[in-house]
């Protein structure tokens, strides 16, 4: 039976994933497999180092390659095969094998091996990026405690194939707007990059413009003359979000409400959003977010820090909004909270045992090395144009995948036809 109604375009016709797939199989078993991850050696890819047709090697484990060559036979994806997440809260995203690479993945990822006669790799990998197509899987949870759906029950899944050429075709459309996404994404790298390079030649090395080299003592060891020791608070407003009532939440509401799980480490997620259709009269007017706007995790993994993209974005409870008091300190404020000795102090003045609390008050009173007015405003020339420029590219980012979002369902279905192949 298939999962929904279709209209078959010209020239395609109604498969199931089991005939155009060679064999898939699921990642290895820590447990089972008595799997120890070390600092070096073979990497292991985890379902959170899957993103929307992105591998990330940048945040990953390890083992030995002792362990590799004992396992590799059923866990080493090859160039071409595709990885998609089946287990836990991430299940539905896919990514193709781009590197001829060693590396095996985890239990939480399924490697799917296509008969490429049959079906274009990039085709598939968007097939599985579908909304509609990660809903269809989904629904076929057979786990009551974590998500689960194995790729068996997989097998029978409703799939219209175009002509292989049709399928490369849309694939290319679609990467041209993944590729340009990238672009921007690996600008803002290097944009950041930069800009965090210059806050520690500046506030952590000391070598800043004018720097005289003379040093005094204070309660956090020596640091230039002219500089003090104070608080967060002195230069940034930690203000705290609003809490919303889940009767209010619509489907289709104009606002969005920003929670812990759209604030990753340097990410906004903003497609993923309870929503409410009226703003409430006693939410204060700082909950209302903007574009460039510096979050930050209060519950669960905190002190993890983003910058706000997109419009109609409000602040509900357990995050934070980082407002430097003045405008010019908004790269430093953004860069202050990315440091490692200030997320470590977040970390440990943190509290609870079920879940990690950081309170916005302790967070304030935090005590930060301040520098004097002339340097903080050279820097605010510096830096933040940089990250002006980050902001800029995120809203591209921003636009770019919705569009993508928007025409991938069409194009699968082939409501909408890549010129050249319409009917």
């Given at each position: 039976?298939?999962?929904?109604?279709?209209?078959?375009?010209?020239?395609?016709?109604?498969?199931?994933?089991?005939?155009?797939?060679?064999?898939?199989?699921?990642?290895?078993?820590?447990?089972?497999?008595?799997?120890?991850?070390?600092?070096?050696?073979?990497?292991?890819?985890?379902?959170?180092?899957?993103?929307?047709?992105?591998?990330?090697?940048?945040?990953?484990?390890?083992?030995?390659?002792?362990?590799?060559?004992?396992?590799?036979?059923?866990?080493?994806?090859?160039?071409?095969?595709?990885?998609?997440?089946?287990?836990?809260?991430?299940?539905?995203?896919?990514?193709?094998?781009?590197?001829?690479?060693?590396?095996?993945?985890?239990?939480?990822?399924?490697?799917?091996?296509?008969?490429?006669?049959?079906?274009?790799?990039?085709?598939?990998?968007?097939?599985?990026?579908?909304?509609?197509?990660?809903?269809?899987?989904?629904?076929?949870?057979?786990?009551?405690?974590?998500?689960?759906?194995?790729?068996?029950?997989?097998?029978?899944?409703?799939?219209?194939?175009?002509?292989?050429?049709?399928?490369?075709?849309?694939?290319?459309?679609?990467?041209?707007?993944?590729?340009?996404?990238?672009?921007?994404?690996?600008?803002?790298?290097?944009?950041?990059?930069?800009?965090?390079?210059?806050?520690?030649?500046?506030?952590?090395?000391?070598?800043?413009?004018?720097?005289?080299?003379?040093?005094?003592?204070?309660?956090?060891?020596?640091i230039p003359e002219g500089w003090k020791v104070g608080q967060i608070k002195d230069l940034i407003d930690i203000l705290s979000g609003f809490a919303f009532q889940s009767s209010t939440?619509?489907?289709?509401?104009?606002?969005?409400?920003?929670?812990?799980?759209?604030?990753?480490?340097?990410?906004?997620?903003?497609?993923?959003?309870?929503?409410?259709?009226?703003?409430?009269?006693?939410?204060?007017?700082?909950?209302?977010?903007?574009?460039?706007?510096?979050?930050?995790?209060?519950?669960?993994?905190?002190?993890?820090?983003?910058?706000?993209?997109?419009?109609?974005?409000?602040?509900?409870?357990?995050?934070?909004?980082?407002?430097?008091?003045?405008?010019?300190?908004?790269?430093?404020?953004?860069?202050?909270?990315?440091?490692?000795?200030?997320?470590?102090?977040?970390?440990?003045?943190?509290?609870?045992?079920?879940?990690?609390?950081?309170?916005?008050?302790?967070?304030?009173?935090?005590?930060?090395?301040?520098?004097?007015?002339?340097?903080?405003?050279?820097?605010?020339?510096?830096?933040?144009?940089?990250?002006?420029?980050?902001?800029?590219?995120?809203?591209?980012?921003?636009?770019?995948?919705?569009?993508?979002?928007?025409?991938?369902?069409?194009?699968?279905?082939?409501?909408?036809?890549?010129?050249?192949?319409?009917?």
């Open positions: 039976m298939a999962d929904q109604a279709t209209t078959i375009p010209k020239g395609w016709k109604m498969t199931t994933l089991e005939k155009v797939l060679i064999k898939r199989n699921q990642g290895v078993n820590t447990t089972t497999e008595k799997v120890e991850y070390s600092r070096s050696g073979i990497p292991v890819i985890r379902a959170q180092n899957i993103s929307f047709g992105n591998i990330d090697f940048s945040d990953i484990v390890f083992i030995d390659e002792k362990t590799f060559l004992r396992l590799s036979a059923n866990v080493k994806p090859e160039f071409g095969d595709i990885l998609y997440t089946n287990i836990g809260s991430q299940m539905g995203l896919a990514a193709k094998v781009e590197k001829r690479l060693d590396f095996i993945i985890a239990w939480n990822v399924l490697r799917v091996v296509t008969n490429r006669a049959l079906i274009d790799s990039d085709f598939l990998t968007y097939f599985f990026n579908n909304p509609i197509t990660k809903q269809l899987i989904v629904n076929r949870n057979s786990s009551s405690t974590m998500p689960f759906v194995s790729g068996g029950s997989m097998d029978n899944l409703d799939l219209l194939l175009p002509s292989l050429s049709e399928q490369r075709a849309i694939a290319e459309v679609l990467s041209s707007l993944d590729d340009k996404i990238e672009l921007l994404r690996e600008q803002n790298k290097t944009l950041e990059a930069t800009a965090q390079a210059i806050f520690k030649e500046w506030f952590v090395n000391f070598n800043f413009p004018g720097a005289t080299g003379k040093m005094i003592d204070s309660e956090l060891g020596e939440f619509l489907d289709e509401g104009k606002y969005k409400l920003v929670t812990i799980k759209n604030v990753q480490d340097r990410n906004f997620v903003f497609d993923k959003t309870d929503k409410i259709l009226e703003i409430p009269s006693r939410m204060p007017d700082y909950c209302r977010l903007y574009s460039g706007d510096i979050l930050l995790s209060l519950t669960g993994n905190v002190g993890r820090v983003c910058l706000v993209i997109g419009s109609d974005f409000l602040l509900n409870q357990r995050v934070a909004k980082l407002r430097p008091k003045n405008e010019t300190d908004y790269t430093f404020s953004y860069l202050l909270f990315l440091q490692d000795s200030v997320f470590n102090i977040l970390q440990s003045t943190a509290s609870g045992t079920a879940q990690q609390n950081l309170s916005p008050i302790q967070t304030k009173e935090i005590d930060i090395v301040i520098p004097n007015r002339k340097t903080l405003d050279k820097f605010g020339l510096v830096g933040n144009p940089l990250i002006k420029k980050v902001n800029e590219n995120n809203s591209q980012i921003q636009t770019l995948s919705t569009f993508r979002n928007t025409i991938l369902p069409k194009l699968i279905k082939g409501e909408i036809r890549v010129n050249g192949f319409k009917d």
